[in-house]
């Protein structure tokens, strides 16, 4: 059978007359312009035939009787729809096997599929008849960001329209991080038909560079500022960019504590404090973006900083949604035509013109992307349908929607949408602030909760008593140590010198947790320690991080003396003590 069936024209039952003679009869007769009589003799088309198109009795294609008839393709297209809403759609030929499995359980054998499998044509032919069907590329997300509720986004929204219901775009900024990585990316060519492996001539590596991009609401986005994996940041790095750009280094390429509030400081106060009345900062719940600097800074300036929901940046993050995508298009653009005339990967002196370059390809569409990411994201103007309707519906919640086949398999779709349970091997806690999403953060809220990583101080009150660290002394014998700054040597927190290593404990809301650091310099009520690293999956060790931890630690958190041990290198290990407890 050929891909494309056209039915022949001519004798024998063959049809002897254009689509577009029957088209021209059919309109001529509604009008009343011509009898469906004369209308057959002028366009050669035959009575019957347009007679019963005429009064809508003839189908609307050629062919033989449909393997499925109308109600059985519409519950195998309501069925598919629901698979894509609830994350998991089917392939061609998962759709292929469906059917195969359909007939089979009917008893039915249809003698036109090979098995009972329809093939290529019939898939073909079955897109065509449904339009609302099509092929698309699909992105993976994780289970955590498939199993928001809609309880989680009316939450949000309930916090979020205090802040912004009155408020004008232009005071209303979302921030975000992303990577433009050296890599253009695959694209088609031209090539010998049956080439198993086409490949391209074009250096390429996995390097990429951290960018922090903020916008307004109405479509102004700040001075980018970037952030390169180096040492040393050199002249030649931040020369030909964007005007106003920012521009750092550490040795990851992340973004940290520190290097937020550098960018927070020098590109978004500045803008900031240039707009009348409050201003609204939305980002993500990330523990890198915030310290108390940073919220005092935000209390002192009238900006309130408010958190998205967790795993939900997908849908809430206007950056996200319309933003990056085409910026992306057009770094890939730019990149592949510096790769065709260049050799290497891209140098970081580079960088900076390459960026601009982006930025300009995007051009006057711009502004108009943020607006949408706005617009998307319910944030301007606030509609919280705008995504909620993006959160697949239970058929249940429909009125008017009878039930289908299809309701199985969607009980069994929100299963497999749950986060998977049972794993023997217990995750350790994410950091997360306990601030509600959508509701701006202050000072209060970091030193109650005692999750500032900027400042580690907390309240010795609120120690708990069944959080306890066991050490083994030289004969072998565990004693417990408790918080009450002595051991059962009987030392006291005076006893603590310059450069001991101690332990520490830090009261986290529910549990203690534990870090091991040395003393710098002692004071009356605290001392000042430089924290270590836990490093290693095979011999577990500590080092100290190459930008310094250093923290003014109260005396009556510093739990006990610990011996280090150097095993070369910087590295240390403690052998006196649990350390699957020390973070």
């Not at 993976?140 to 809609?150: F, L, M, P, T, V």
């Not at 290097?259 to 240039?274: G, H, N, S, Y």
């Not at 949408?372 to 697949?392: D, T, Y």
């Not at 929607?401 to 969607?410: A, H, P």
Request: include cysteine; glycine fraction near 8%; aromatic fraction near 8%.
């Amino acid at each position: 059978m050929p891909r494309t069936y056209v039915k022949k024209m001519g004798r024998e039952g063959k049809r002897n007359y254009s689509a577009v003679y029957l088209e021209n009869a059919i309109r001529e007769v509604k009008k009343g312009k011509l009898s469906i009589r004369k209308a057959s003799e002028c366009y050669g088309v035959p009575y019957t035939t347009l007679n019963e198109w005429v009064k809508g009795k003839r189908k609307n294609s050629y062919g033989g009787q449909p393997v499925l008839n109308s109600k059985d393709e519409e519950c195998l297209v309501h069925g598919l729809i629901k698979c894509g809403e609830w994350g998991f759609p089917l392939k061609r030929h998962d759709v292929r096997n469906v059917v195969q499995g359909y007939l089979n359980r009917s008893g039915r054998v249809e003698k036109r599929f090979k098995n009972n499998k329809p093939g290529r044509d019939w898939f073909l032919g079955f897109i065509k008849r449904n339009q609302e069907l099509t092929e698309r590329l699909v992105q993976n997300i994780k289970r955590s960001r498939a199993g928001i509720s809609e309880e989680v986004i009316h939450d949000y929204f309930d916090n979020l329209e205090v802040y912004v219901a009155d408020m004008p775009p232009s005071n209303i900024i979302n921030f975000d991080e992303t990577n433009f990585t050296d890599d253009p990316g695959q694209s088609k060519a031209l090539v010998k038909r049956g080439v198993k492996h086409a490949e391209k001539i074009m250096d390429s590596s996995k390097t990429s560079v951290s960018v922090m991009i903020a916008a307004t609401a109405e479509g102004v986005v700040l001075p980018p500022y970037v952030v390169y994996k180096a040492k040393y940041l050199y002249p030649t790095w931040i020369e030909n960019g964007i005007p106003g750009s920012g521009y750092n280094r550490n040795t990851n390429g992340w973004f940290d504590l520190e290097i937020f509030e550098d960018w927070f400081e020098k590109i978004l106060l500045p803008f900031a404090r240039k707009l009348n009345g409050r201003k609204v900062l939305i980002g993500d719940n990330l523990s890198s973006h915030l310290s108390l600097h940073v919220i005092q800074l935000c209390e002192e300036n009238e900006i309130d900083f408010i958190l998205l929901p967790p795993n939900t940046t997908h849908i809430c993050q206007p950056l996200d949604v319309a933003f990056f995508h085409p910026l992306k298009g057009a770094w890939r653009k730019c990149l592949e035509e510096w790769k065709m005339k260049n050799r290497g990967i891209l140098p970081k002196c580079e960088f900076p013109k390459m960026l601009k370059r982006t930025f300009e390809e995007v051009g006057v569409h711009l502004s108009s992307n943020v607006v949408a990411g706005f617009a998307a994201c319910g944030i301007v103007p606030l509609n919280r349908e705008a995504v909620l309707k993006k959160l697949p519906k239970s058929p249940r919640e429909n009125e008017g929607l009878e039930r289908r086949w299809s309701d199985t398999l969607v009980d069994h779709l929100k299963e497999l949408r749950k986060e998977t349970t049972g794993s023997t091997e217990k995750r350790p806690r994410q950091k997360r602030l306990n601030v509600a999403a959508g509701k701006g953060i202050v000072v209060r809220d970091l030193v109650e909760s005692g999750d500032d990583m900027h400042s580690r101080s907390s309240n010795e009150n609120q120690l708990h008593s069944d959080s306890e660290l066991f050490v083994e002394d030289d004969t072998g014998r565990s004693s417990v140590i408790d918080y009450g700054g002595t051991t059962e040597e009987g030392e006291n927190c005076s006893s603590y010198k310059s450069g001991e290593f101690v332990l520490v404990s830090f009261p986290t809301g529910s549990r203690n947790r534990h870090f091991i650091g040395q003393i710098i310099q002692m004071a009356e009520s605290d001392a000042e320690v430089s924290y270590l690293r836990k490093r290693g999956s095979k011999q577990v060790h500590f080092v100290f991080p190459d930008v310094p931890d250093v923290d003014k630690t109260p005396l009556t958190q510093i739990v006990t003396k610990v011996k280090p041990k150097g095993i070369g290198r910087g590295r240390y290990i403690f052998p006196d003590i649990d350390i699957s407890k020390i973070e």
